[in-house]
């Protein structure tokens, strides 16, 4: 049970980043002198979180016997391909509403594979409701860039 708390608290936490940046926009600070453009440093954590989870993904794929886990593992290593594409093309202002659909799309395949899971059942709970915050906290981010 610890294991899974650990987790929940983690994820959590990654919220404030988002939370961070969204503030200092809305603030209408733009740049910080060691981080530079706040909507470039919250681009660059999306884009690392993105990664995180698809690379999780990859740990289903593993662990599962499912006829599915190859989707899941394939699916990761596009989206991943897909995600440093338009990182180096789009502008950050279209990447971050990119981040929206990367995050909308693992969230269904996380559900998709863990909604047969007891244990994870908090996990989530946990996770929709950070993804919908990190959603929400993004689109604030792009109407102020």
């Known amino acids: 049970m610890i294991k899974y708390a650990v987790k929940n608290i983690l994820t959590v936490l990654g919220l404030l980043p988002f939370l961070f940046a969204t ?9 910080i ?13 999306a884009t690392i979180i993105i990664s995180f989870l698809l690379g999780s993904q990859w740990g289903y794929h593993l662990n599962s016997n499912s006829s ?7 699916s990761s290593n596009f989206f991943v391909i897909l995600l440093v594409l ?11 509403l990119s981040q929206i659909v990367f995050f ?4 269904w ?13 908090s996990y989530l709970t946990v ?5 919908v915050c990190v959603v929400l906290l993004i689109l604030i981010m792009v109407c102020k860039i």
Request: hydrophobic residues 55%; contains cysteine.
């Open 104 to 107: 909308l799309v693992i969230l």
């Open 86 to 96: 338009f990182y180096l093309w789009l502008p950050v202002y279209l990447m971050m």
């Open 33 to 45: 002198p060691i981080i530079g453009p706040i909507a470039s440093a919250a681009n660059l954590y």
């Open 23 to 31: 503030i200092l926009l809305c603030a209408n600070v733009v740049f």
């Open 109 to 121: 395949q996380d559900y998709s594979y863990l909604q047969h899971k007891d244990s994870i059942t």
């Open 127 to 131: 996770r929709i409701f950070t993804t």
């Open 68 to 74: 599915n886990s190859s989707l899941y593992a394939l």
